[in-house]
Structures are given as structure tokens and as C-alpha cells.
Nanobody, 124 residues
């Protein structure tokens, strides 16, 4: 079992930056991929970004490329999502996920474990 806990959400203004954290505990996740997804009210959960823990390869949704950066810290067993140039359409609950058999990381069914989510609200 892997436990994931997100933190860092909040209310920001358009154009601001925010960093989300996802702390992993339990089973070792070094061979896993870690993903970030988001879900706005009335919408499906959508892929944001992911990173493979062992080699640092990343993948991003087109909507966040150039604005968001995903990274990991081995010592802290934590994955980060640095979000910049935030827009109102980035408002959502952001979820962290992990999986051992992730292919490209863009769909929810590739992940085995999920956090509870953290709310990000971008005011216009």
C-alpha cells in the first residue's frame, strides 16, 4: 500500500504561482510513476502532469505546458507541482496518484493509489 497526501492548495489571483506537494509513505515508490490530476466541478478528472520516480522523465498536458513543472525529492519522498501563470480555468481539486505499471501517465486507470486532493482556486 502507498499513502499519498497532498498539500499546498489555496486561493490565489490570476497570474500568481503556487506549489503543491504530494508526500508518499508506505511501500517504496522508487519504481513508480507519480501523476497529478485535477477535477473541476461538473467535469471529469483530467491529467495534468506526471513524473517517473527512477529516471525523472516527465509528461504534461498541453494546457499546462510551459506553466507547470513537476519534480521529485528522493530524500523527502515527495513530488511537487510548481504552478505558474495561473488562470481561473486552473481552478479545481488537484489529486496526486501513483502507479507501478504506468505507460504514458495520462489516464486515471493507469494509477493504483490516490490522495484525497487539495483545492486550488484562482480568482479573476
Amino acid at each position: 500500500q502507498v499513502q499519498l497526501e497532498e498539500s499546498g492548495g489555496g486561493v490565489v489571483q490570476t497570474g500568481d504561482s503556487l506549489r503543491l506537494s504530494c508526500a508518499a509513505s508506505g511501500r517504496a515508490v522508487y519504481g513508480y510513476a507519480m501523476g497529478w490530476f485535477r477535477q473541476a466541478p461538473g467535469k471529469e478528472r483530467e491529467f495534468v502532469a506526471c513524473i517517473w520516480w527512477n529516471n525523472g522523465i516527465t509528461n504534461y498536458a498541453d494546457s499546462v505546458k510551459g506553466r507547470f513543472t513537476v519534480s521529485r525529492d528522493y530524500l523527502k519522498n515527495t513530488v511537487y507541482l510548481q504552478m505558474g501563470s495561473l488562470k481561473p480555468e486552473d481552478t479545481a481539486v488537484y489529486y496526486c496518484a501513483s502507479g507501478s505499471r504506468v505507460r504514458n501517465g495520462v489516464s486515471t486507470d493507469q494509477y493504483d493509489y490516490w490522495g484525497q486532493g487539495t483545492q486550488v482556486t484562482v480568482a479573476s
